[in-house]
């Protein structure tokens, strides 16, 4: 059996569609299983050995500078013309509602069988109603597209793969000297009601360094906050990285996804807003404090790992107090 996964949207996404890829191939251990991602969260599927093949297009908005959009719609019809050649049994719309885009490249791909959330009239062989894909947490919903398969089962854990020389490599050069905990602090966030202003960041990082000799790792989007594409929080890293001076704290670049997977490896615990790099975190199996803002925390916490979820009544992450987060912190590792 050939085997295609199409999961085309978020980071976070991808992460929460890695127990699907685990139970298919427990399930059918001789299939060729394939994902189809974009450039842009396809380095979560790195080292996995669930997946055979990784299929990365590029979005229009994801293309390089100086790159047309014909040329990357050129790119995107050479990977469906080489997944034609696959012959593919099944695809798999790995998504929690209708996505008609990922519908399209189903069709394109000539999978003879579809299984995806929506109705018969969208051309799915093997509908489930979209109401379905809404209820639970994201890894549940994406679970139940496997019950035309005869598989209907709890998902485990999601994995997420750092190589393990980049991550020796950053360990050697990056990891502040100490025997405290290495905590990493993810300061970006997408949407605004996610962001904690950098000043807490930093009167949490010099608490927690001050009452359990905590050592830190600073992550962030890099690039410039006025960047038309990718704004980035440059400005806000270098403003947190003066206000910790003197604590044992490194700042970790990550203009790759596979640098902040990396970088995350060594970590003993993350605090973050909730986005792609938490479930990446969840992914390495690392415990948890995230800051929700205006986001579902049921849907969207950290999944199967040890966390503290905290969610102002406001859902706005700048109204959750210093001293939440602290005692937070403090009571994941006592868990542990």
Same mark, same amino acid.
Request: charged share 25%; proline share 8%.
């Given at each position: 059996?050939?085997?295609?996964?199409? $999961? $085309?949207?978020?980071? @976070?996404?991808?992460?929460?569609?890695?127990?699907?890829?685990?139970?298919?191939?427990?399930?059918?251990? $001789?299939?060729?299983?394939?994902?189809?991602?974009?450039? &842009?969260? %396809?380095?979560?599927?790195?080292?996995?050995?669930?997946?055979?093949?990784?299929? *990365? &297009? #590029?979005?229009?908005?994801?293309?390089? =500078?100086?790159? /047309?959009?014909?040329?990357?719609?050129?790119?995107?019809?050479?990977?469906?013309? !080489? +997944?034609?050649?696959? /012959?593919?049994?099944?695809?798999?719309?790995?998504?929690?509602?209708?996505?008609?885009?990922?519908?399209?490249?189903?069709?394109?791909?000539? *999978? !003879?069988?579809?299984?995806? &959330? @929506?109705?018969?009239?969208?051309?799915?062989?093997?509908?489930?109603?979209? =109401?379905?894909?809404?209820?639970?947490?994201?890894?549940?919903?994406?679970?139940?597209?496997?019950?035309?398969?005869?598989?209907?089962?709890?998902?485990?854990?999601?994995?997420?793969?750092?190589?393990?020389?980049?991550?020796?490599?950053?360990?050697?050069?990056?990891?502040?000297?100490?025997?405290?905990?290495?905590?990493?602090?993810?300061?970006?966030?997408?949407?605004?009601?996610? !962001?904690?202003?950098?000043?807490?960041?930093?009167?949490?990082?010099?608490?927690?360094?001050?009452? @359990?000799?905590? #050592?830190? +790792?600073?992550?962030?989007?890099?690039?410039?906050?006025?960047?038309?594409?990718?704004?980035?929080?440059?400005?806000?890293?270098?403003?947190? %990285?003066?206000?910790?001076?003197?604590?044992?704290?490194? =700042?970790?670049?990550?203009?790759?996804?596979?640098?902040?997977?990396?970088?995350? =490896?060594?970590?003993?615990?993350?605090?973050?807003?909730?986005?792609?790099?938490?479930?990446? *975190?969840?992914?390495?199996?690392?415990?948890?404090?995230?800051?929700?803002?205006?986001?579902?925390?049921?849907?969207?916490?950290?999944?199967?790992?040890?966390?503290?979820?905290?969610?102002?009544?406001?859902?706005?992450?700048?109204?959750?107090?210093?001293?939440?987060?602290?005692?937070? &912190?403090?009571?994941? +590792?006592?868990?542990?």
């Amino acid at each position: 059996m050939k085997i295609l996964v199409i $999961r $085309r949207d978020n980071i @976070g996404d991808l992460v929460c569609t890695t127990p699907l890829l685990r139970a298919l191939r427990e399930h059918f251990p $001789r299939a060729w299983i394939g994902a189809l991602a974009n450039t &842009y969260n %396809a380095p979560v599927l790195s080292g996995n050995a669930d997946v055979d093949e990784v299929f *990365a &297009y #590029r979005k229009a908005k994801h293309r390089d =500078a100086g790159e /047309s959009i014909l040329a990357a719609w050129w790119q995107t019809w050479k990977l469906i013309r !080489r +997944l034609r050649e696959e /012959s593919l049994d099944l695809a798999i719309v790995a998504a929690t509602g209708r996505q008609p885009a990922a519908l399209k490249f189903a069709r394109w791909v000539r *999978a !003879r069988r579809v299984i995806a &959330y @929506g109705e018969p009239a969208d051309g799915i062989d093997d509908p489930l109603p979209p =109401a379905e894909g809404r209820h639970g947490h994201e890894t549940e919903a994406v679970m139940r597209l496997l019950r035309p398969l005869g598989i209907d089962e709890a998902p485990g854990p999601v994995r997420v793969f750092a190589d393990p020389v980049l991550v020796e490599k950053l360990k050697h050069d990056l990891a502040p000297a100490g025997g405290g905990p290495l905590v990493g602090l993810h300061i970006s966030a997408r949407k605004p009601s996610q !962001r904690w202003p950098v000043e807490r960041f930093a009167a949490l990082a010099h608490a927690l360094h001050a009452s @359990g000799a905590a #050592r830190f +790792l600073l992550f962030w989007s890099p690039g410039a906050e006025e960047h038309p594409q990718h704004p980035g929080d440059d400005g806000k890293a270098e403003k947190l %990285a003066t206000l910790c001076r003197g604590l044992p704290f490194a =700042a970790c670049p990550s203009k790759r996804l596979e640098d902040l997977i990396a970088g995350l =490896a060594p970590c003993d615990c993350a605090i973050l807003a909730d986005g792609g790099a938490m479930h990446i *975190a969840a992914g390495l199996g690392k415990p948890i404090v995230c800051l929700f803002g205006d986001s579902g925390a049921e849907r969207w916490h950290p999944w199967g790992v040890p966390h503290r979820l905290l969610q102002a009544p406001s859902r706005q992450v700048a109204d959750i107090p210093i001293e939440a987060v602290v005692q937070a &912190y403090t009571a994941l +590792l006592a868990s542990r």
